[in-house]
């Protein structure tokens, strides 16, 4: 859902006169690729005390565009200020947020364990499998395994690799697909026919954002 269509849900919510309920929100932040935008975006946050759960900056399907994915748990009123407060900002091209629901997502995660155990203990190698878990790099020492999924799959598989000596874990950032992001990723691409290699000018983008960018 855009900012416009989330303002009418929230102006609902608030009329009946029920708190809101906190839930797992992804932002999507589509950038140009500007030094210092990161910082003024955290620091948006951080004057709030709202924690980030996950965040993921990438290349976008559009050459010099960027996106960012954040994770928080807030209420959708709370996110829909945090959406608008982060569009300000003048390399902002458009700013999302969604539910799980409405996205597709996946985190990696890599778990370093004794290779011994992996030999020596059948019960292991049918747990790896079971999850879908890949060797990545084999040594005498140790063997890193690497799976992806939603966090509550990526958990599981490490609460199991516990007891059998785990040696190192990490997961990444949440990565993250809008299931109806088409008609933005069509304006963004009808942008960029009119304006190839080109740098738009504040004033000038300031003034087209929301007709150029609305789904």
Do not use: C
């Not at 975006?41 to 399907?61: H, Q």
């Not at 982060?86 to 597709?104: A, F, G, M, R, S």
């Amino acid at each position: 859902m855009d900012i416009k269509k989330a303002q009418a849900a929230s102006s609902l919510s608030f009329g009946e006169g029920r708190a809101e309920a906190k839930q797992e929100y992804n932002i999507t932040v589509y950038t140009e690729n500007q030094i210092g935008l990161l910082n003024r975006i955290a620091i948006i946050f951080t004057r709030r005390k709202i924690n980030i759960e996950s965040l993921n900056t990438s290349p976008s399907e559009i050459d010099s565009i960027h996106r960012f994915d954040i994770v928080l748990t807030e209420t959708e009123d709370v996110v829909r200020k945090l959406a608008r407060q982060i569009e300000k900002q003048v390399e902002v091209l458009k700013v999302y947020y969604h539910t799980n629901d409405e996205i597709i997502w996946q985190e990696m995660a890599l778990y370093k364990v004794p290779t011994d155990t992996i030999a020596e203990k059948v019960l292991v190698e049918r747990l790896l499998r079971e999850h879908g878990a890949r060797a990545v790099v084999i040594r005498k020492d140790y063997t890193v395994f690497e799976t992806t999924g939603h966090r509550t799959e990526t958990d599981n598989l490490l609460y199991a690799l516990q007891p059998f000596g785990l040696i190192e874990f990490v997961r990444s950032a949440r990565i993250a697909i809008i299931k109806s992001s088409e008609g933005f990723n069509r304006k963004l691409r009808e942008f960029e026919q009119l304006e190839p290699g080109q740098e738009v000018s504040e004033n000038e983008f300031l003034s087209k954002r929301d007709k150029v960018f609305t789904m």
